[in-house]
């Protein structure tokens, strides 16, 4: 069975201030979706990484896939309440399978 | 664009009911998922479907759960009879064939007393 830890469980910081969460498995994944659900909300895809040492930035959002494609990490630049939300990191099996498996994700709160 | 669709938003029933749990997922999309979660164990997948067959139920708690996709726009989720540790909440979402994101519903708030 392949799991995702995720860490830190809850993260409460200032506006402006900068974060990094983390998403770590000891299994190789073929993707890695990192997605945010807010309250009373479905989670919602922000980026997906494909290539081993591959970084995406989204705006404030930079993301990075470790080169060995068990673990990522998301950054986070200036945060703004708007940031608040459930983090979760979804691995992708690969090989015609199209099942993802979740972490528990990181619970952010951003006080303005 | 609708998104995926799911009902009821919320659901309060008691120990040894059935409950039935409805999703109409992305027009055009070829997989859907039923997931659950809760604090203690995240976001857990039940089962999928591909063009409405079931692919992989391995995740289904127990035999009180059944889910069904008899056609392309409408699934189901029924657990009968309901436990109160089926409390959760019970998302559906789907995907297309060649990329792999998923489209998430608003979810069903199961409280089971």
């Known amino acids: 069975t392949q799991l995702l830890e995720q860490s830190p469980q809850f993260l409460s910081i200032q506006e402006g201030e900068n974060l990094t969460v983390y998403c770590n498995s000891s299994?190789?994944?073929?993707?890695l979706q990192w997605y945010r659900q807010e309250p009373g909300e479905g989670p919602v895809l922000l980026v997906t990484v494909v290539t081993g040492g591959e970084v995406k930035k989204l705006k404030r959002l930079t993301f990075q896939f470790g080169d060995a494609r068990k673990d990522s990490s998301l950054h986070i630049t200036a945060a703004q309440p708007g940031d608040t939300g459930l983090y979760l990191c979804a691995g992708g099996a690969g090989a015609g399978s199209y099942q993802l498996t979740f972490g528990k994700g990181t619970k952010l709160s951003v006080i303005p | 664009d609708a998104g995926v669709i799911q009902s009821p938003r919320h659901e309060v029933t008691e120990m040894g009911q059935e409950v039935t749990l409805r999703c109409k997922p992305i027009s055009g999309h070829d997989y859907l998922f039923w997931y659950r979660q809760t604090m203690m164990r995240g976001l857990e997948l039940l089962i999928y479907f591909n063009n409405n067959v079931p692919i992989d139920d391995s995740g289904m708690p127990e035999d009180r759960f059944s889910a069904k996709m008899p056609n392309a726009s409408f699934s189901t989720l029924k657990i009968q009879p309901s436990e109160p540790r089926d409390s959760a909440v019970y998302f559906c979402?789907?995907?297309?064939?060649?990329?792999?994101?998923?489209?998430f519903g608003p979810g069903t708030r199961l409280t089971v007393l």
């Open positions: 299994s190789v994944f073929s993707s």
């Open positions: 979402a789907s995907s297309l064939l060649s990329y792999n994101e998923q489209f």
